[in-house]
């Protein structure tokens, strides 16, 4: 008993350290900000590796997910529900759901991932005590620029993914349900509310500000040279998508609840 209760401490002790960390690192990222328009490069360079190179990857991402959606909820229908409901039902569940959640975990194990491993390397290298030597606030640096492209690319990215989806889905529903164009999109459009689509795109921002964030954290705090690289971009995976999946929860319950 008393070696749980000690196990218990450490662990919190461990919890708390980690929430002051991660505290005083949006605190930096605050600070940096008004540094953004001489910085605009390194965040541009950063929207372009966080936003655009991701977009083949969510396309193919979004486009499945709508084609999936629309068998799952045909499925679902069979005997209680009329197909001509396929699209309100199926568009609702990608522009709340299923668009902004996927793209984040896809986003969590790409560039979450890539910057744990990125700053973790060059952590145990001791570039980042180089930036210092330098007056070079690593904060400013590193972080702030990758927070921003995150914040700002994965709504678009959401935005994407949603489009791809909603095709994907009228796809399905058109070539295998015999659903035509005007049974489809005027049933998405009976249930339609602007708040759908702007709750997702609020969860989007969220999504990526938590993954930037871990991604930098974990990779600013990795020690062990290349094995601790390699935990390291696990541990950023594992931590975003968990993190996605609650504020998800969150949100849904603060936004649509």
Known sequence: MKKFIEWILIKFDFFFSEIGRISFLILGILKSLPRIFKDRQLILNQMLYIGVNSIPLITIIGFFTGAISTWQAAYQFQGFIPLTYLGS???????????????????????????????????????????????????????????????????VLTIIANFVAVMGAFGVA???????????????????????????????????????????????????????????????????????????????????G
């Open 89 to 155: 039902a199926v568009t609702k569940a990608i522009f709340i759901e299923l668009g902004p959640v996927l793209t984040a975990i896809v986003l969590a194990g790409r560039v979450g991932a890539s910057i744990a491993a990125e700053i973790g390397t060059m952590k145990v290298t001791e570039q980042v005590d180089a930036l210092e030597s330098l007056a070079i606030n690593p904060i400013r640096y590193l972080v702030m620029p990758r927070f921003l492209a995150a914040v700002v690319m994965l709504p």
């Open 174 to 256: 058109y070539f295998f349900h015999d659903v035509s164009y005007e049974i489809f999109f005027n049933s998405a459009r009976r249930v339609f509310e602007t708040k759908d689509i702007t709750g997702g795109l609020i969860k989007a921002i969220f999504f990526g500000a938590s993954t930037s964030i871990i991604g930098c954290h974990v990779g600013l705090n990795a020690l062990g040279g290349a094995q601790g690289v390699g935990n390291a971009t696990i541990r950023a995976f594992v931590l975003a998508a968990a993190m996605t999946l609650i504020l998800d929860y969150v949100l849904w319950t603060t936004l649509f």
